[in-house]
Nanobody
Framework: VQLVESGGGLVQPGGSLRLSCAASGFTFRNYNMRWYRQAPGKGRDYVAGITPDGDTTAFANSVKGRFTISRDNDKNTVYLQMNSLKPEDTAMYYC?????????WGQGTQVTVSS
């Protein structure tokens, strides 16, 4: 299993970023996918999830209305569109394939929201 996140960077408050996670080594279209994040000095927090067919999504209250999650099963990729970013969104963002147990995690991509 390999999950490779990309798209992070430095953005000003109110800005947008789109994270991507390219998956390989398993049948991507069969599994729920999630995004988590970890801010400096804090634990890992759930951000968003999506079902295998992409029809159902869920979000943490802290990002609801600002973030969207989507997937392209032909490209084995899951996305996290982040709008109206706030300084408190600063964190390492991880893609997780829910293959069982605690899932399989990527290496993460850093998002920094600062003026």
């Amino acid at each position: 299993v390999q999950l490779v996140e990309s798209g992070g960077g430095l953005v000003q408050p109110g800005g947008s970023l789109r994270l991507s996670c390219a998956a390989s080594g398993f049948t991507f279209r069969n599994y729920n996918m999630r995004w988590y994040r970890q801010a400096p000095g804090k634990g890992r927090d759930y951000v968003a999830g999506i079902t295998p067919d992409g029809d159902t999504t869920a979000f943490a209250n802290s990002v609801k209305g600002r973030f969207t999650i989507s997937r392209d099963n032909d490209k084995n990729t899951v996305y996290l569109q982040m709008n109206s970013l706030k300084p408190e969104d600063t964190a390492m963002y991880y893609c997780v394939a829910m293959l069982g147990g605690s899932g399989s995690w990527g290496q993460g991509t850093q998002v920094t929201v600062s003026s």
